[in-house]
């Protein structure tokens, strides 16, 4: 039973197109967030969601949106899409307080802007 | 402006051997460390944490080591297994907690090649 799930694994669309990622946790966490690791490999945070609030956002373009409907998922929609935004996105989730396990994440969706 | 480094992209080690990856740091406000495995298209996998106020932290074949005054962390593995073979990630919070909402720093990331 996967942890955190998020879909689709692959995403090929043009420039301009709007797209959204999916992610869901089943471990009950409270906090979910959105990273992303570009071209540099570099792990970046995005955002973070708290009990249905925004926690942070990293300077992120306001093209960027996460929606939260409840506290076990945390999509992320994408309008406009760039070249620039060709990238691996992580989802994690983890419970605040609990120091030992870290984040948990997703095994990434690959997008690529065309 | 990188606040977690990680020198060195890659590290090659011979199996049954101790493999070493080093992380240094900035932010003195950084109180808890974690190290992060990741295997091509998966997500990166917790690994081992350490909590500022310890010097050492042990998980059977895997030990943290951090010093503060050096800003410096690193990780051995030992013995090395053909399985290490990964990117390893040194990843830092600031609000002392490992899971804290405040977001994790990552390195870089470095790849552990074990050859047989």
């Known amino acids: 039973d996967t942890a955190v799930s998020q879909t689709p694994k692959y995403l090929v669309t043009q420039m301009g197109n709007d797209k959204s990622i999916k992610c869901e946790q089943n471990?009950?966490?409270?906090?979910m967030y959105w990273y992303k690791q570009d071209s540099k490999k570099f792990l970046k945070i995005m955002f973070s969601?708290?009990?249905?609030?925004?926690?942070i956002n990293e300077t992120v373009p306001n093209r960027f949106s996460p929606k939260s409907p409840d506290k076990a998922h945390l999509n992320l929609h994408i309008n406009s899409l760039e070249l620039g935004d060709s990238a691996v996105y992580f989802c994690?989730?983890?419970?605040?307080?609990?120091?030992?396990?870290?984040?948990?994440f997703g095994s990434g969706t690959r997008l690529t802007v065309v | 402006d990188q606040q977690v480094k990680q020198n060195s992209p890659s590290l090659s080690v011979q199996e049954g051997r101790i493999s070493i990856l080093n992380c240094d740091y900035t932010?003195?406000?950084?109180?808890?460390f974690l190290w992060y495995k990741k295997y091509p298209a998966e997500g990166p996998t917790f690994l081992i944490s350490?909590?500022?106020?310890?010097d050492k932290n042990e998980d059977g074949r895997f030990t943290v080591f951090l010093n503060k005054s050096a800003k410096h962390l690193s990780l051995h593995i030992v013995p090395s297994q053909p399985g290490d073979s990964a990117v390893y990630f040194c990843?830092?919070?600031?609000?002392?907690?490992?899971?804290?909402?405040?977001?994790?720093?990552f390195g870089k990331g470095t790849h552990l090649i074990i050859q047989p």
């Open positions: 994690a989730s983890s419970q605040t307080g609990i120091t030992t396990d870290g984040y948990t």
């Open positions: 471990l009950g966490h409270d906090t």
């Open positions: 969601y708290n009990n249905k609030e925004l926690i």
């Open positions: 932010n003195s406000m950084f109180d808890y």
């Open positions: 350490i909590s500022s106020i310890k």
């Open positions: 990843a830092a919070s600031a609000l002392n907690s490992g899971g804290g909402a405040d977001g994790l720093t």
